[in-house]
Structures are given as C-alpha cells and as structure tokens.
C-alpha cells in the first residue's frame, strides 16, 4: 500500500499563510493527488486537486489564494495557503488516486489541523 505523511497544519492569525505537505510512496504510479477538508457537521469537500500531468482544479472558495502543486517523481503534493480566513479553518486531509489499472482503492493521509483565529 501507500500511506501518506502529511505535515504543515497549524494556528494562525486570519490574513496569515501555511504550507502544506503530502509524501506518497514513489513505487506505483499516482494518477492524481488533492487536498480535502472537513469541519463538524459538514461533508469533505475537495479544496484542490492536481493531475499526474501537471493539471490543476480549484474550489471556488479558495481560487486566487490557495495554490495546489506537485512534484511528480517524489510522489508528493503541496498546498500553498494565503490570506486565510477564519473560514478555512477545518481538518486537512490528503488523498492520492493510483492508477485505475492496478483496481486499487484511493489512499488518505491522516488529517492535519488548520485552525484561523479571528
């Protein structure tokens, strides 16, 4: 399997940054990697999402201050976090999609909490 190591979450001021950070295992290919975030009473919703080929997708929520990139042969997936709102606050989770060839499921990291205070 693949797990995922997730790091970058934290308490910041609204107005602030933080970087996030996934790893995957760089032994199978990954299709697609993104970042999804959950609150308490609310679904995952997909925040941002980047191809195998470099294609990036945005939640309308976060376009212009979130940005999503990926370092293919490492496996590894990034979300660059600007002018947060009080929000944005929620878990994080990272997921990554193996090729759909080898029928194997989507892989989740293990959440990382991302607190905006006022």
């Known amino acids: 399997q693949v797990p995922l190591v997730e790091s970058g979450g934290g308490l910041v001021q609204a107005g602030g940054s933080l970087r996030l950070s996934c790893a995957a295992s760089?032994?199978?290919?990954?299709?697609?990697m993104g970042w999804y975030r959950q609150t308490p009473g609310k679904q995952r919703e997909l925040v941002a999402s980047?191809?195998?080929?470099?294609?990036?997708s945005y939640a309308d929520s976060v376009k212009g201050r979130f940005t999503i990139s990926r370092d293919g042969a490492k496996n590894t997936v990034y979300l660059q976090m600007n002018s947060l709102k009080p929000e944005d606050t929620a878990v994080y989770y990272c997921?990554?999609?193996?090729?759909?060839?080898?029928?194997?499921?989507?892989?989740w990291g293990q959440g990382t909490q991302v607190t905006v205070s006022s």
């Open positions: 980047v191809t195998r080929r470099g294609y990036t």
């Open positions: 997921n990554a999609q193996p090729y759909s060839g080898y029928g194997l499921g989507d892989y």
């Open positions: 760089s032994i199978i290919r990954i299709d697609a």
